[in-house]
């Protein structure tokens, strides 16, 4: 049986009965928890938080009755959505699309794996998650973490459930739990069996054996830290998982186990590609910092600041740019990361991973040097032009390049990759053009981006050496490339 008090109605409730009546009428589980539930009601009322949420949470309890037909009180479960509760109990208050989006599905997912930039509130979010899961169905966790992080989540976790704020409506959940062990676990609430022999939370070290572990919810927090050391370490996590991590999910809870992974991409064929390709799991990959339309400016065109690590875009920004609006990371600061530490940028910020010698020119060497200040390359350039398919801000960058062969190289002169529009696309091809004068200026034109484009073809044939090319007809990308 369930019964609901607005804050009006608690109002008048308390005007005929005392506290101590109203909870032995209506079953709660003391008079003091009446009490806490309706003076925060009043409390929210007063200051405007949420009202219309919260009264309906907080006046609720639900009853039942056992073998013995005495009251059996379920854990309290709560109406309100996970950013609101996360922001009430966890006093988590960054609300973004992205967070709420994540929240919700790795809330109900199966299997989800999440990539989401450094900093940007996954670990809070799932901390705020695994207290919500505990407190309202009583199931078991297992957590798997590198060993810096293990005790962070665990005394996180612990110090949610002793908070004032979850003790008010929750009551006291905690009934013992072992630090050294990872394990936490919790009272059985008022008569109610939750009928399991694992502790409610537990977290351990990646690749940790937990072997006869029925946890209803596994999760894998950020167990890649570094780029992979050897082809064994990476073996050696891939067989931890489908041995171990795989075969609980299948055992466990009758085969309900729930099984979540986050974490930031190291390498192109991390484990991360591993679940993705071998396991098939659901995605939710989000970038820091994306261009929308334009390209990125150059480091010469933007005032840097090296102690702060920030960086300012000197004049007009060459390009339009949007970011996830997170409070730690600001454009700025995401700017100079991508400027100055571009591979670290795309697998941190961008999971995005770029293997050193790039994606596909692996027998290749490839080396910076100083650019030629006596002319030497003169009259040697050669412009390519890449265009995108498609003119959604989805679609494809459109990329130039300025070569120039010397001697037995190869030299790449300058490179612009960026979005944009006809106008944009014939004025960089015309501004590149009067700088470096090539002999030749070849653009593909696989899905006749340019032949179906009379005015911008139009401009184009006006550049000397200006032609099209086809690539589809030789294969693929590393076909091509191998040729």
Known sequence: MTYKFTLEEAQILLKTHTHLEASIKYKYASHSGFTRRFNR?????????KQDNI????????????????AVHKPFISDLDNDTWLNH???????????????????????????????????WSMIGLFVRFLLETRKPILVFCSGSNKSDIYFAVLELLESDAIMEDYGYTVHKQNENRGEIWLKKSMGYRDGFIDPNFKIVGQLAKSIGKHPSWIHLEDIVQDIKASDEAEERVKRWFARVVKFM??????SKTR?????????INDFYEYTMKEHKYATYHVEALELTSGRYPTRDEVISDHDMETCEIIGRPPGKYRTLECPDWAFDALLYEYLWHPYDFEAEMQNNPIPSKGRYFKDCIIDIVSPFTDGELTHRYYMYLDPARGKSKKSSDSAFFILAPFGDKIY??????????DTELGDKAEELANKY????????????QLSSNSGL??????????RTFLSKGFGDKLSRIEQ
């Not at 009601?41 to 938080?49: K, P, S, V």
């Not at 009264?55 to 005495?70: L, Q, R, W």
């Not at 004068?437 to 006749?448: G, N, Q, R, T, V």
């Not at 073809?457 to 200006?466: C, L, P, S, V, Y």
């Open 412 to 421: 790449i002169v300058d490179v612009i990759i960026g979005k944009f529009n």
């Open 437 to 448: 004068d090539p002999i030749e200026f070849k653009a593909e034109d696989d899905f006749e």
């Open 41 to 49: 009601l009043r409390i929210n009322a007063e200051q405007g938080q």
């Open 55 to 70: 009264k309906s949470k907080i006046g609720t309890v639900s009853t039942n009755k056992n073998n013995n037909g005495k």
């Open 89 to 123: 109990y966890c006093g988590y208050y960054w609300e973004k699309e992205y967070l709420t989006e994540m929240r919700d599905r790795a809330w109900t997912a199966n299997k989800l794996l999440i990539l989401f930039p450094r900093g940007h509130g996954k670990t």
């Open 259 to 267: 099984l979540t992974i986050t974490g930031t991409r190291k390498d």
């Open 249 to 254: 999910k299948k055992r466990g809870m009758n």
């Open 457 to 466: 073809i139009k401009r184009f044939r006006a550049i000397r050496g200006f």
